[in-house]
């Protein structure tokens, strides 16, 4: 998916940026309102991220109030934490308000809910990635066609990490998600459930994908390279 960012501030483009190409999408960068208008006519993009700061006056609210024509979702980002501001982005034409600093794996899901809202297609159902696939339907998961017995809350902490690869998963979306409970209350829980997918993640002793672990950021899916268990860090092996 191509994506058009119109973000004036790098250090949030850079974020923004991993949160998309973690997922796969390809971002381009405008730090221009006119030549973000400009190549929007002469080329087609799947979506558009725009962060107005806290510019509640923005000229980027009268094209998206004057678009005619122009089905392309619109996203706004914006630090403002009151409710008018993101009113008046979605009065204004966008699809949707996202304020930030946000969770990568938010935007990337609030990504999909507008494009779902904008174009119905099937809700996702089946993931394949590094020879892992994922049965929604079937609470199946599997490596290379052989089963992987999971519980139905492993399943669940599967599917939003396979969902995702390379973007960090806070505990609080985990325990939301899997628990409908805060870090502080799942957080240990969270920390066992992880443990124990990491080791049935593992096959004939290599770890085909990992989950990794950062500081203040949450747990990220990634694939590895003909890693072998004695490779990985010591919470990563079986005891």
Known sequence: MNIACYIRNPTVYDQVRGALVGAG??????????????????????????????????????????????????????????????????????????RRPFDAVELIARIHAVRRRCAPQKPRRMIEYAGFQLDRDAGRFTY???????????????????????????????????????????????????????RKLQVDGRQVVVIRTAYNQGYRLDPVGGSTAEDLPLDYREA
């Open 25 to 98: 999408f390809h971002p381009t960068r405008f730090d221009s309102e006119v030549t973000l208008l400009r190549t929007l006519k002469r080329q087609p993009f799947d979506f558009v991220i725009i962060d107005i700061g806290g510019d509640v006056e923005d000229g980027i609210f009268f094209w998206l109030g004057m678009r005619s024509g122009d089905h392309t979702p619109a996203l706004i980002l914006s630090p403002a934490c009151g409710g008018g501001v993101a009113a008046h982005a979605l009065d204004s034409g966008a699809d949707d308000f996202l």
């Open 144 to 198: 290379q066609g052989d089963a992987i017995a999971l519980t139905p809350r492993e399943f669940s902490m599967a599917w939003l990490f396979f969902s995702s690869p390379g973007v960090y998963i806070s505990r609080e979306t985990l325990g939301s998600v899997i628990w409908s409970a805060g870090s502080e209350i799942a957080g240990r829980t969270i920390e066992q459930h992880v443990y124990k997918l990491r």
